[in-house]
T-cell receptor, first 115, second 111 residues
Framework: DAGVIQSPRHEVTEMGQEVTLRCKPI?????LFWYRQTMMRGLELLIY????????DSGMPEDRFSAKMPNASFSTLKIQPSEPRDSAVYFC?????????????FGEGSWLTVV | DAKTTQPTSMDCAEGRAANLPCNHS???????VYWYRQIHSQGPQYIIH???NNETNEMASLIITEDRKSSTLILPHATLRDTAVYYC????????????FGKGTRLSVIA
């Protein structure tokens, strides 16, 4: 299996620009998670979906952030407009809800720098 | 907030066993103990998880105390490639409960 695939791996953008991060979960998985990692705050959950439906978006920092999951194989995290404080590594993760445990698998992250 | 307490950092000599402790004194009866690690510049990697019995896989062993208030992750023969931040996480198994990360333990394997 290819694992969780994220794109772009690295992005540098100017303040005020729109940023779209993309995620393809592991085939067959029905839960998807977006995390953000910074030196100051560590790994934080932003939002997660179950069967393409957002379950909890309380971690989304503000209205500039939005996430969608139009189908089981694709999700986006959008920042509009971007600000320098949004610079971080954004991780997407997925899992399959099951009886014996539902291990969450992470992608390699999207490194975002807003200048 | 994370429900676990881990030492900030540890060192281990290459080839020796690395024993990483974790306290989770408020764990509930149905919550599992998960361990992940994050090697620099990579996404968190699943290692192992358990409920109350000791578990072993190709990467590590997990020892959970009988009262389930603490656990130890054991890397039997640490290599330089095991240098990473190790996270101990308590998580309910039902549905799609997210992982809540604390600060973890930074393990340095020294040649």
């Amino acid at each position: 299996d290819a694992g969780v695939i994220q794109s772009p791996r690295h992005e540098v953008t100017e303040m005020g620009q729109e940023v779209t991060l993309r995620c393809k979960p592991i085939s067959g998985h029905n839960s998807l998670f977006w995390y953000r990692q910074t030196m100051m705050r560590g790994l934080e959950l932003l939002i997660y979906f179950n069967n393409n439906v957002p379950i909890d978006d309380s971690g989304m920092p503000e209205d500039r952030f939005s996430a969608k999951m139009p189908n089981a194989s694709f999700s986006t995290l959008k920042i509009q407009p971007s600000e320098p404080r949004d610079s971080a590594v954004y991780f997407c993760a997925s899992s399959l809800t099951g009886i014996s445990g539902n291990t969450i698998y992470f992608g390699e992250g999207s490194w975002l720098t807003v200048v | 907030d994370a429900k676990t307490t881990q030492p900030t950092s540890m060192d281990c000599a290459e080839g020796r066993a690395a024993n990483l402790p974790c306290n989770h004194s408020t764990i509930s009866g149905n919550e599992y103990v998960y361990w992940y690690r994050q090697i620099h510049s990579q996404g968190p990697q699943y290692i192992i998880h358990g409920l109350k019995n000791n578990e072993t896989n190709e990467m590590a062993s997990l020892i959970i105390t009988e009262d389930r208030k603490s656990s130890t992750l054991i890397l039997p023969h640490a290599t330089l490639r095991d240098t990473a931040v190790y996270y101990c996480i308590v998580r309910a198994p039902s549905g799609n409960t997210p992982l809540v990360f604390g600060k973890g333990t930074r393990l340095s394997v020294i040649a």
